[in-house]
């Protein structure tokens, strides 16, 4: 159980358009969802949490206008990284916390490698 | 504010040694600690994690972790490390006052010699 999808798992895209990266939570309810980014051999940054019906919580020094996340559902947050430029170029992981979940844990996707030419 | 440290950024071992990575976290109250594996170009795989109770953790793969409180640290170890470890490993901290998120460690790479 406890098992989060991400699509697509990679992506190339023309400088100035704009991608979706979609994270479902397969067999639970996720209240809370949460976007990562990751550099090349570095660790992993939280960007943003999104609570479903509401709008997402941004780390400081992140773009809310640049990366539209959207939870419409409890088993499905969305990314959009709009106006894609080459240093988006980035590996995107979601992750997904069941409601209650006491011990904040919290099961993370496969990851979405993002290349904007 | 919650924080983690990985002093070592990476770590080769023979296979079949012993491996112990290093994390300490800074935390006023009791944290949620955790350990991932990641291989190149996937997601986190969970480890391990300490919530309360027992100080010595068993988790997967043959991996144990032990939160000691006074030192602020949850090292991880394995007894004999195989081929397959060679990856990327993170610890990370959550709270109930940091709400769900995670903070994680800069990782340790672990390079495994034949």
């Known amino acids: 159980g406890a098992v989060v999808s991400q699509h697509p798992s990679w992506v190339i895209c023309k400088s100035g358009t704009s991608v979706k990266i979609e994270c479902r939570s397969l067999?639970?309810?996720?209240?809370?969802m949460f976007w990562y980014r990751q550099f090349p051999k570095q660790s992993l940054m939280l960007m943003a949490t999104s609570n479903e019906g509401s709008k997402a919580t941004y780390e400081q020094g992140v773009e809310k206008d640049k990366f539209l996340i959207n939870h419409a559902s409890l088993t499905l947050s969305t990314l959009t990284v709009t106006s894609a430029h080459p240093e988006d170029s980035s590996f995107y992981i979601c992750?997904?916390?069941?409601?209650?979940?006491?011990?904040?844990?919290?099961?993370f996707g496969p990851g979405t490698r993002l290349t904007v030419l | 504010a919650q924080s983690v440290t990985q002093p070592d950024i990476h770590i080769t071992v023979s296979e079949g040694a012993s491996l112990e990575l290093r994390c300490n976290y800074s935390y006023g109250a009791t944290p949620y600690l955790f350990w991932y594996v990641q291989s190149p170009g996937q997601g986190l795989q969970l480890l391990l994690k300490y919530f309360s109770g027992d100080t010595l953790v068993q988790g997967i793969k043959g991996f144990e972790a032990e939160f000691k409180r006074s030192q602020s640290s949850f090292n991880l170890r394995k007894p004999s490390v195989h081929w397959s470890d060679a990856a990327e490993y993170f610890c990370?901290?959550?709270?109930?006052?940091?709400?769900?998120?995670?903070?994680f460690g800069g990782g340790t790479r672990v390079l495994v010699k034949p």
């Open positions: 992750s997904a916390a069941p409601p209650a979940s006491f011990n904040y844990e919290q099961f």
């Open positions: 990370a901290v959550g709270s109930k006052a940091a709400g769900n998120k995670l903070t």
């Open positions: 067999d639970f309810q996720a209240t809370t």
